[in-house]
């Protein structure tokens, strides 16, 4: 069974450009979460899908980040206009409807330069 | 609000070893712990869990981990460590009930393991 999928595994970007994140949870998983590490610090939470609905977007930081989750499966994470603050490792999660462990994927890399 | 403290950003130790990775939080309501372990180049996986019942915890790969209440703490520790436990490992907690549910973890911990 494949896990977590993410894509691009890494991605380079000019201050200003939009880049778009991509996650395929584990089939048949509802809940899906994106994470965000920033260099050096705590893993953050940014949200929570349950199917195609936000549960919790919580930790987003700001209105340049915009999430989508089409017809309650793969899941996109677009940054808009991105910043060098925006630099990171993000990772995306799921876990089965009744709860239980989470899966991770292997995360993007994001270099805002 | 939740938070996790890892005490020791780096950990450096000879290979054979006994090894522990301290972990403390603090939290209003009741929690589930986690430890989840980041090799090289490869996501995170989950090591071993504290739900409830028995406050050892024993998880993938000898490491095990005690949930002290009194002292808010769930610390990782493995006997004899190799050299394929050099990782980065993260201690994570979530509220009761809410299994499954968002993380809140702490600034993690390097495991350097040598030879």
């Known amino acids: 069974e494949a896990g977590v999928t993410q894509f691009p595994s890494h991605s380079v970007i000019e201050k200003g450009q939009t880049v778009t994140l991509r996650c395929d949870p584990i089939?048949?998983?509802?809940?899906l979460y994106w994470y965000r590490r920033v260099m050096g610090k705590e893993i953050k939470f940014l949200l929570h899908f349950v199917k195609e609905s936000k549960q919790d977007e919580s930790g987003m930081p700001n209105n340049r980040f915009l999430a989508e989750r089409t017809g309650g499966t793969y899941s996109t994470l677009k940054v808009q206009p991105a910043e060098l603050e925006d630099s990171g490792v993000y990772f995306c999660?799921?876990?089965?409807?009744?709860?239980?462990?989470?899966?991770f994927g292997q995360g993007t890399r994001l270099t805002v330069v | 609000a939740q938070s996790v403290t890892q005490l020791d950003s780096q950990v450096p130790v000879f290979e054979e070893a006994p090894v522990e990775l301290r972990c403390n939080y603090s939290?209003?309501?009741?929690?589930?712990l986690f430890w989840y372990v980041q090799y090289p180049n490869q996501g995170l996986q989950l090591l071993l869990k504290?739900?409830?019942?028995?406050?050892l915890v024993k998880g993938i790969n000898g490491f095990e981990a005690e949930f002290n209440k009194s002292q808010t703490s769930f610390h990782l520790r493995k006997p004899s460590v190799h050299i394929s436990d050099t990782a980065e490992y993260f201690c994570?907690?979530?509220?009761?009930?809410?299994?499954?549910?968002?993380?809140?973890f702490g600034a993690g911990t390097i495991l350097r393991v040598k030879s």
């Open positions: 999660a799921s876990s089965p409807a009744a709860g239980g462990e989470a899966f």
């Open positions: 994570a907690v979530s509220d009761v009930g809410l299994y499954g549910n968002k993380l809140v």
């Open positions: 089939s048949g998983h509802d809940n």
């Open positions: 939290s209003s309501v009741s929690v589930y």
């Open positions: 504290y739900l409830s019942g028995s406050t």
